[in-house]
């Protein structure tokens, strides 16, 4: 799965996204609307943790897909 998919169908993954990362809000991913680099920023600010982390979960989840 590439992630110009997932932006593509971004209504269709926002489920999922939830479910992978439940304290993001519905708020968060109409702000993330598909971009990777926001939903990896929204990420770090609602876990606390490191970009480099976000982005390694982020990668984890798409090629899980």
Avoid: C, H, P
């Amino acid at each position: 799965m590439n992630w110009d998919r997932i932006e593509g169908n971004w209504k269709q993954f926002s489920g999922k996204v939830q479910q992978q990362w439940g304290k993001l809000t519905e708020d968060d991913l109409k702000v993330v609307e598909g971009r990777r680099v926001e939903l990896v920023g929204k990420i770090q600010e609602r876990y606390g943790i490191a970009k480099d982390e976000a982005e390694r979960q982020v990668d984890s989840w798409i090629s899980n897909m």
